[in-house]
């Protein structure tokens, strides 16, 4: 399958910083990316989806002034969390969708996530 | 999209096939079913689809009923690198680029 990646990995940082996370396609091109949020014990949450070129989606209830997203290529989608905030600390999850619609349609594949530590 | 009913936990004893239900009975017709899983701390990973026919990967076999109300995944042979939290997600339009929503999934542990 194809791979994504997320950088860093890990991160910790201090209250009212912020913290950019990085989501590449790394053998595909992705028009569409999406990224999600979990909590310890629960379910991925969507965030919001970013299309190349264009001003990114948010779900319902996510701040899009504290939450900025960036889709400046067809392989890099950046998330930076503003101001970040112990209630923000959280595994944050990228997902890229396949441009290529081939016989098995648009494919989405999850990068390994980001853990964000908020001290 | 539709949402789907999932048990919360079940076990299975290594080597033997995991049966893991779903429940999308409010499921359209352009509704595909996918299944991903979580291993603990890592990103979800694709399994499987399909839109009302059975289907087969190397991985498990996706069996959905005939009014495609619920399905069911098949991992023939469960080890215990199977144990995960199991997501079945169902999405608008295999090409029409619908949102995958996860439910809270069946956390699957796998005994020895």
């Known amino acids: 399958g194809a791979v994504v990646s997320q950088h860093p990995s890990w991160v910790i940082c201090k209250s009212g910083t912020s913290v950019k996370i990085e989501c590449r396609s790394l053998?595909?091109?992705?028009?569409?990316m999406f990224w999600y949020r979990q909590f310890p014990k629960q379910s991925l949450m969507l965030m919001a989806t970013?299309?190349?070129?264009?001003?990114?989606?948010?779900e319902q209830g996510v701040e899009k002034d504290k939450f900025l997203i960036n889709h400046a290529s067809l392989t890099l989608s950046t998330l930076t969390v503003t101001s970040a905030h112990p209630e923000d600390s959280s595994f944050y999850i990228c997902?890229?969708?396949?441009?290529?619609?081939?016989?098995?349609?648009?494919?989405?594949?999850f990068g390994p996530g980001t853990r964000l530590t908020v001290t | 999209d539709a949402k789907t009913t999932q048990p919360t936990s079940m076990d299975c004893a290594e080597g033997r096939a995991a049966n893991l239900p779903c429940n999308h009975s409010?499921?359209?017709?352009?509704?595909?079913v996918y299944w991903y899983r979580q291993i603990h701390s890592q990103g979800p990973q694709y399994i499987i689809h399909?839109?009302?026919n059975n289907e087969t990967n190397e991985m498990a076999s996706l069996i959905i009923t005939e009014d495609r109300k619920s399905s069911t995944l098949i991992l023939p042979h469960a080890t215990l690198r199977d144990t995960a939290v199991y997501y079945c997600?169902?999405?608008?339009?295999?090409?029409?680029?619908?949102?995958?929503?996860f439910g809270q999934g069946t956390e699957l542990s796998v005994k020895p």
């Open positions: 053998d595909f091109q992705a028009t569409t």
């Open positions: 970013s299309n190349e070129g264009s001003k990114a989606t948010y």
């Open positions: 997902s890229a969708r396949d441009h290529r619609p081939g016989t098995g349609g648009y494919e989405q594949y």
């Open positions: 997600i169902v999405r608008v339009g295999h090409n029409q680029g619908g949102k995958l929503i």
């Open positions: 409010t499921i359209s017709g352009n509704e595909y």
């Open positions: 399909g839109l009302k």
